[in-house]
């Protein structure tokens, strides 16, 4: 239990009771925050503006050249062996035929299928992370599925609660919204949800490594610029005192706060880790080290697309309504809300190296 409190059950607690602190103290109705499906709206947005849509089209063009300007620099590493590259194992072409048959479903409204249709989500995610295993597998020889066999099934129950906090977090900014859902009794809903939740960890970890066995990106990011250690941990105390803050106000500032629900749940296990002495996802950066930035990043990222991909014509999805951004829409999110994913990567990477630890100390 001691060694688990810091760096997992702390963060959780703080997640769910700072935010209502501060909604208790402005004298708000809390029981919108349970509602399930979530279907109030209660949260009015700021219209789009174009002075911070500017801003953050400026910030994801400087993280994007930061990128590539690696990519030139930087040395590809040696790619495998012709003799190390295996075939797609069955269970791909399985995956492959639940993605197809998912998304023909999710997109179409066939009669026969009528009472099926809100259930597109899982069978197409199922079908994704099987895909991109057998995709690494025939690449590298290994894959997560394969290799890691406990590790990647207890991505999926950990991936439903990993998500959860996410839902809780966002009643305070409510900045995406559900349709098609409202026929679900509470606890229809949430037994589904929290299936299709289960694939997202699983989805992006896997993604990560797929992308990983590109020598163009695992060769530079790996060689890159080296960041020092030398008060570092003064900073996580200062960083983990104006999240819990910030965690505070959410609720009372949505419009202006909104990016802690991504960043709070990073920001709070990382600082806390740093404040212990643990090592944090954070820590090959001190040797030059970025493939655990920006690797989980781009996997998330890739599997953002593909989120909002099927999710655009399913027939129960997700809308978002995004205060001052909510325009220039790829699918239903807003161009700009892309830059989410890149620390939401980082979160499941987190959340997965803590797994990882724990299912070694388990062994031991």
């Not at 479903?105 to 069978?123: D, E, K, S």
């Not at 629900?261 to 950066?285: D, F, H, N």
Request: charged residues 10%; glycine residues 8%; proline residues 7%.
């Amino acid at each position: 239990m001691k060694k688990i409190f810091l760096p997992v059950i702390l963060p959780a607690v703080l997640l769910v009771g700072l935010p209502l602190v501060g909604v208790m103290a402005d004298g708000e109705n809390l029981s919108h925050y349970w509602e399930f499906p979530p279907l109030t709206r209660y949260v009015v947005h700021a219209p789009f503006s174009r002075p911070p849509f500017a801003a953050l089209v400026l910030l994801g063009a400087a993280v994007a050249g930061l990128f590539l300007v690696q990519m030139r620099r930087g040395p590809a590493a040696q790619a495998k062996t012709s003799a190390d590259r295996k075939s797609l194992p069955w269970w791909s072409w399985l995956g492959l035929l639940l993605l197809t048959a998912g998304w023909v479903l999710a997109w179409n409204r066939f009669i026969w299928f009528a009472g099926l249709q809100p259930y597109t989500f899982l069978p197409l995610w199922l079908g994704y992370i099987l895909v991109v295993n057998g995709l690494t597998r025939m690449r590298t020889g290994t894959c997560l599925l394969a290799a890691r066999t406990g590790f990647f099934l207890a991505l999926f129950p950990l991936s439903a609660v990993f998500w959860w906090f996410f839902e809780y977090l966002n009643r305070f900014v409510q900045n995406w919204y559900y349709v098609g859902v409202e026929d679900f009794s509470p606890l229809a809903y949430v037994i589904h949800a929290s299936l299709c939740f289960a694939t997202v960890l699983p989805a992006v970890l896997s993604t990560e490594e797929l992308l990983a066995s590109f020598p163009r990106l695992s060769g530079p990011l790996a060689a890159s610029w080296v960041i020092r250690d030398k008060g570092v941990r003064y900073a996580a105390l200062v960083v983990f005192t104006l999240s819990a803050l910030g965690l505070v106000a959410i609720g009372l500032m949505p419009d202006y706060l909104f990016p802690l629900l991504w960043l709070s749940p990073l920001l709070l296990v990382l600082s806390l880790q740093k404040m212990t002495g643990r090592a944090t996802i954070l820590t090959p950066l001190y040797r030059g080290d970025w493939l655990p930035v920006w690797l989980p990043a781009l996997a998330a990222l890739c599997c953002g697309f593909f989120w909002e991909l099927w999710n655009f014509k399913s027939y129960a999805h997700w809308e978002y309504s995004i205060p001052f951004v909510q325009g220039f829409h790829l699918f239903a999110m807003p161009v700009v809300g892309y830059l989410g994913y890149l620390p939401f990567g980082l979160e499941c990477k987190a959340v997965g190296a803590l797994l990882a630890q724990y299912l070694e100390e388990g062994k031991g």
